[in-house]
């Protein structure tokens, strides 16, 4: 029996996984109405149709969603099949994307060591964005924050470092308070909102203190701006204590509680497994000496 084709395939697979003809066409990188064609083909191929016209909607009858399942897990098996029999070039970089605070706290400060140990390995870093998919066929390694262990059939993922979270600020704002502790204390120095307020609403409950109260304070969409208004003494900031382990050492920052606050996301560190042959090694070079990194820090905070 002849094989249907395979951009018919990967055109239904497309629009399946993507909910819509217009953003397929967009990932494939072709028109939509070619789009539109390849699945007309596919269904005239088949004796039957796939979809469901409702409207503007375009919906997946039963046997097409089982179809687009079977196939978007085939066409990740092939694609994995490809990327391991792939001969690169050599010196092929290995490419680690992290997202902005773990690149500028933890790995940007540690990276010369990690060239020192390891001269023969090429690194390129790249930012991977909080709350977005990493496309693994061109990221070889990747730290994520999330809530939890992320999994896939093409990646290996393992805790790096707890979220864990203190209220900080910089030595000349706690100078003008005297041992800050109480939430009146941290409201009256100014708080500073990572993205929103639910972080310092979930501390002040951890601490038993919680509010009904609007908080207010500025608020930073990424946590390098954060950290940059803390450091400069515009405010309190509730941080995550691996993200500024170098700040508290040097005395930068001073951390206004004894313990840290269960944030509900960790930091993860996410393999690919369809890296090349070549790369595979390099990647369980870095894997290991980033986690025995992690391991010093957490020896370190722990005793």
């Known amino acids: 029996m002849a094989l249907p084709p395979l951009n018919a395939l990967r055109a239904f697979e497309a629009v399946a996984r993507l909910g819509s003809f217009k953003a397929a066409a967009d990932a494939l990188f072709v028109t939509q109405s ?82 020192a140990d390891h001269p023969e390995i090429e690194t390129r870093i790249v930012y991977a964005m909080h709350g977005y998919d990493i496309n693994f066929s061109d990221v ?9 262990l992320p999994t896939g059939p093409m990646i290996e993922a393992q805790l790096f470092l707890r979220g864990d979270s203190l209220p900080v600020c910089s030595p000349a704002l706690l100078a003008q308070s005297d041992h800050p502790r109480s939430a009146e204390d941290l409201k009256r120095l100014g708080l500073l909102h990572d993205a929103d307020t639910t972080g310092w609403e979930r501390w002040f409950t951890h601490v038993g203190h919680a509010t009904s109260e609007k908080l207010s304070g500025a608020t930073f969409e990424d946590f390098n701006l954060l950290r940059a208004a803390a ?29 840290p606050m269960v944030y509900g996301s960790d ?37």
Not at 38 to 58: A, D, K, M
Not at 237 to 257: F, N, Q, Y
Request: proline share 6%.
């Open 34 to 115: 070619a789009v539109s064609h390849q699945i007309r083909n596919f269904e005239s191929w088949l004796g039957g149709p796939l979809f469901v016209r409702v409207g503007n909607r375009t919906i997946l009858l039963p046997h097409g969603l089982e179809l687009a399942n079977t196939l978007s897990r085939s066409l990740s098996d092939i694609d994995a099949a490809c990327q391991l029999a792939r001969v690169g070039p050599g010196n092929q970089p290995l490419v680690i994307a992290a997202i902005p605070s773990v690149a500028m706290c933890w790995l940007i400060p540690r990276l010369s060591q990690f060239r």
């Open 231 to 259: 450091l400069s003494g515009q405010g309190v900031a509730l941080c995550p204590r691996a993200m500024i382990e170098a700040d508290l050492d040097i005395g930068a920052l001073v951390s206004l509680a004894e313990e």
């Open 140 to 148: 070889h390694v990747a730290f994520s924050f999330l809530p939890e």
């Open 267 to 303: 930091y993860y560190l996410i393999t690919s497994k369809r890296a090349p042959l070549a790369v595979q090694a390099q990647i369980r070079k870095f894997s290991d000496w980033a986690m025995s990194q992690s391991q010093t820090a957490i020896e370190k905070w722990f005793g």
